[in-house]
């Protein structure tokens, strides 16, 4: 069985020479900073907040107070990385407005123990997005990553849907690498097992309990 | 190797940061357990469709709306920039 490996690989020294220039006051620079990451600070903003306006002033103020901080970007870790973390606590802080009676926190580590076992072992059809029209699927997708805790989803969407390393989502969300493994683990398995109601096998096969 | 513990090592197989011999054994597991290879398989499949499922993307216009305005924010602001050419107008 074939493994999966993240899809992002960024040219860092062209990187580099944009925030050169930013720093330096070159605001077209920073402007090719946004339009290079401007969809991924979207897509990442959506997926905590799960809220479209919120994420629209999460890019807005995500890169405002890039552009204003850059002088403390130490260039020891990416640019993107540093943006992502301002992102992520720029969205979480307007998650917790929209619901001040729930804490939403990185640091929570939910409840028990066999929340992620897997129950369902039904195998899946071959192509199982083909099942769905193009609308019908996004609506499963969202509505199923909603479901889960802001800490695990915000751990799955930096390492596999935008990518990042799992030293890079430590990083970006400051938390340890152990920290992220466990979270990762358990998003994912959750995810698989809300997910399998909608593409399990339906015609036999497989299907074996 | 027991399901719990093939399990706990699933994250570091898919994303193929495992030495050798625990890849063997993970995969000589796979062999025989048909729960695990299903729970594997469509552990992957999840991931590739979040990753290919295009969910949340920023539209051309409003992608041209938030852009004008934080440049147009980052120009009015206390930026690098104008602390920049301050300093370097009062030298």
């Known amino acids: 069985m074939g ?10 020294s062209d990187e580099l020479k944009l925030v050169h220039a930013a720093k330096a006051g070159d605001i077209s620079a920073f402007e090719e900073l946004v339009k290079r990451y401007d969809r991924n600070v979207f897509r990442i903003a959506q997926h905590i907040t799960q809220n479209r306006e919120d994420a629209e002033d999460v890019v807005q103020d995500a890169f405002l107070k890039a552009y204003q901080n850059l002088e403390r970007f130490q260039e020891q870790s990416k640019f993107y990385t540093w943006l992502v973390r301002i992102a992520v606590n720029e969205a979480l802080m307007r998650l917790r407005r929209r619901r001040p009676e729930r804490m939403v926190s990185l640091d929570e580590d939910i409840k028990t123990e066999d929340d992620s076992m897997p129950r369902e072992v039904a195998d899946w059809a071959p192509n199982p997005e083909q099942l769905y029209n ?3 699927l996004k609506e499963i997708l969202g509505k199923t990553i909603q479901g889960l805790p802001p800490s695990f989803r915000t751990v799955f969407v930096l390492r596999d849907v935008e990518g990042l390393s799992t030293e890079e989502t430590a990083d970006a969300l400051d938390l340890s690498v152990p920290a992220v493994k466990s979270r990762l683990l358990r998003a994912r398995l959750q995810l698989r097992e809300r997910l399998s109601k909608y593409f399990k096998n339906r015609v036999g096969g497989d299907g074996k309990q | 190797m027991t399901c719990s513990e093939f399990l706990k090592e699933l994250t570091d197989y898919l994303d193929e940061s495992m030495d050798a011999q625990t890849k063997a054994e ?4 796979l062999q ?4 695990c290879y299903v729970v594997c398989n469509t552990t992957k ?11 949340y993307e920023l539209p051309d216009d409003l992608r041209g709306r938030l852009r004008s305005a934080i440049v147009s924010k980052c120009k009015g602001s206390g930026s690098v920039a104008s602390a920049k050419s301050a300093t370097s107008e009062s030298k």
Do not use: A, F
């Open chain 2, 45 to 55: 499949m999840t991931i590739e469709i979040y990753r290919e499922s295009h969910l």
């Open chain 2, 32 to 35: 025989w357990c048909h729960n």
């Open chain 2, 26 to 29: 993970l995969e000589d597991h």
């Open chain 1, 134 to 136: 193009q609308g019908e």
């Open chain 1, 3 to 12: 493994t999966i490996q993240p899809k992002v690989e960024e040219p860092l």
